[in-house]
């Protein structure tokens, strides 16, 4: 079935989010025979996936066949390609908020998630009494991702922040106007707001619950990063972690993103 003959699914990509989308895949392989796939109806069968959290082999026969599609999603997993989707989309969202594309100020925290049966590196989190595994990610003050590290949940906040900061800090030539991350009091302990700034020059800093103040408050910079988490629990295929390897927990996390930040960039320009 041709895409023009494709059912419509609320997650498909619009006109509008295709134009956009399109000019950042790779270029297809000039090996081997020509593909003949619709790469707008993979994608859609991606975002179908991540939307849905239906299983790869369960997608509805409308779509390419299921192999085809998770072939294509596994190939640009491991080279790449969903993330630097996932930064352009970014950084043309910033521009559209006449913000520049490196940020001066971010938050860091983390969410343990449950895993399921399929295996893969998981652990136990103590203080929240789950077995999975943590995702522990830097937002810019939009809420966008500039950074994601995904990991057992037995690794504690402090080892699971130097992952996703080394990540960062890699990324620091891009993010070079960066000067100061926020985040809860976990943060702030073992000397770890030196080596951050020892390291890269950032400032560390905590931002604390008010005292004697009972039930759920607003904390200043915090709600940007928790808000970023509840844009993700809307990716039924990110309410538990299924993924047997943490590489495409972090992808599932980079194409739910852009999803989001597509339509976002669509609205903008229609």
Not at 141 to 157: E, N, R
Not at 232 to 244: Q, T
Request: aromatic share 10%; with cysteine; charged share 25%.
């Amino acid at each position: 079935m041709s895409h023009t003959e494709q059912a419509s699914y609320p997650t498909d990509l619009t006109d509008e989010q295709w134009q956009i989308i399109r000019k950042l895949l790779p270029q297809p392989s000039r090996r081997g025979a020509p593909r003949t796939v619709c790469r707008r109806a993979v994608i859609n069968a991606i975002f179908y996936v991540v939307r849905t959290g239906c299983a790869w082999r369960f997608l509805p026969h409308d779509f390419p066949k299921w192999k085809t599609v998770y072939g294509i999603y596994l190939g640009w997993r491991k080279d790449g390609t969903w993330q630097r989707i996932h930064d352009s989309l970014r950084d043309k969202v910033r521009r559209q908020e006449n913000r520049k594309t490196s940020p001066s100020a971010a938050i860091i925290d983390s969410q343990t998630v449950k895993t399921t049966e399929v295996g893969g590196e998981r652990g136990y989190d103590a203080g929240k009494k789950l077995n999975g595994r943590k995702r522990h990610i830097v937002v810019d003050t939009l809420g966008l991702i500039l950074a994601v590290v995904v990991h057992p949940a037995s690794i504690q906040d402090y080892d699971g922040a130097v992952l996703v900061l080394r990540i960062l800090g890699q990324l620091k030539a891009r993010f070079h106007r960066l000067k100061v991350i926020f985040g809860d009091s976990a943060y702030g302990r073992n000397n770890l707001p030196e080596c951050v700034k020892a390291a890269f020059g950032w400032l560390l800093q905590t931002v604390l619950r008010p005292v004697n103040v009972k039930g759920f408050v607003v904390l200043p910079k915090r709600w940007i990063v928790e808000r970023t988490f509840g844009w993700l629990g809307r990716y039924r295929r990110l309410s538990k972690d299924y993924e047997r390897n943490i590489k495409s927990s972090e992808a599932m996390i980079y194409i739910a993103m852009s999803h989001r930040m597509l339509r976002r960039l669509a609205r903008s320009e229609s």
